[in-house]
């Protein structure tokens, strides 16, 4: 240790001017990456227009990727006031469970109401599916079926349904496991 140094106390100041410089550097580090997948919002696999290389393999027209574009930006809109109510009852659940005494009635009629919210998802992301899948070719749907136990993921649609693995995914991760990448 340096001279000046011996003896003296590391005040809790110098620690916390020591951590929020930390904190500072890998914010900007975080920052400066590229945004991906689809907290990104629409397009973003790369450059603006590209598509997803599922859509690619697929050789999707201009109007197929129109459609399923539409198809999907109302399975989002569906979805998110189902989603806000079953985010705000997992959350009503998880108060009730924190009690000293939960109330066993309360967490039983919460998590009805919770299987009904993930059913009513579930149904919606078949009719993506089936609303994407309808606006494909007859070879294209063959084609689907070479993609792997998954079928390649062809559209997000609510919570990552379209045609790819689903609301729970199905494999190890992103890049990872059979399919396309995601």
């Known amino acids: 240790m340096r001279d ?72 989002y809109q569906e979805a998110a006031p189902i989603q806000q109510q079953l985010l705000a009852k997992r959350q009503e659940l998880a108060l009730v469970l924190r009690q000293a005494q939960p109330d066993q009635a309360k967490a039983k009629s919460l998590l009805q109401e919770i299987g009904q919210l993930q059913q009513k998802l579930a149904e919606q992301r078949l009719q993506t599916q089936l609303a994407i899948r309808a606006v494909l070719t007859d070879e294209q749907k063959a084609k689907i079926t070479t993609f792997g136990p998954y079928g390649g993921g062809l559209g997000m649609g609510p919570c990552g349904g379209g045609l790819g693995r689903g609301y729970r995914g199905g494999g190890m991760g992103r890049m990872m496991g059979p399919g396309w990448g995601w």
Do not use: H
């Open 4 to 75: 000046w140094m011996r003896g003296k106390r590391v005040t809790p100041w110098i620690v916390a001017v020591a951590a929020l410089g930390l904190v500072v550097s890998v914010a900007a580090v975080g920052l400066a990456a590229p945004p991906r997948g689809r907290a990104a919002g629409p397009g973003a696999w790369g450059a603006a227009g590209s598509v997803p290389p599922v859509w690619q393999a697929l050789g999707l027209t201009d109007q197929q990727i129109s459609q399923i574009q539409e198809i999907q930006t109302k399975a």
